[in-house]
C-alpha cells in the first residue's frame, strides 16, 4: 500500500493524523507524516486493516475504529 492510499483512507475515515496513530499504534504524527509522503512504508497488517475498513459502510468503520481507539488507549 502507497503512502497516497493511506492518506486517502485516513481522509475518508475522517481521522487527523494524530489520531490515525493513536488508532493504529503509530508512534506519533511524525510516523504517519512519514507513511504519507512515502518516506516509511505502512505495515502489511496496517495495509490489511485499512483496505478492510474501507469496504465497510462509513458507520460500520467508525464503530470499529471507536472500538480500536478504545483498546489502543489501555496499557
Same mark, same amino acid.
Given at each position: 500500500?502507497? +503512502? %497516497? %492510499?493511506?492518506?486517502?483512507?485516513?481522509?475518508? @475515515? +475522517? /481521522?487527523?493524523? !494524530?489520531?490515525?496513530? %493513536?488508532?493504529? +499504534?503509530?508512534?506519533?504524527?511524525?510516523?504517519?507524516?512519514? !507513511?504519507? /509522503? +512515502?518516506?516509511?512504508?505502512?505495515? &502489511?497488517? @496496517?495495509?490489511?486493516?485499512? &483496505?478492510? @475498513?474501507?469496504? @465497510?459502510?462509513?458507520?460500520?468503520?467508525? %464503530?470499529?475504529?471507536?472500538?480500536?481507539? *478504545?483498546?489502543? *488507549?489501555?496499557?
Amino acid at each position: 500500500m502507497k +503512502g %497516497e %492510499e493511506v492518506r486517502k483512507i485516513r481522509d475518508e @475515515l +475522517g /481521522l487527523s493524523r !494524530i489520531e490515525f496513530a %493513536e488508532t493504529f +499504534g503509530l508512534s506519533n504524527y511524525t510516523s504517519v507524516s512519514n !507513511i504519507e /509522503l +512515502g518516506i516509511r512504508n505502512p505495515s &502489511k497488517l @496496517l495495509g490489511i486493516v485499512l &483496505k478492510t @475498513l474501507q469496504t @465497510l459502510p462509513i458507520s460500520k468503520a467508525n %464503530e470499529l475504529i471507536s472500538m480500536m481507539r *478504545k483498546h489502543a *488507549k489501555r496499557k
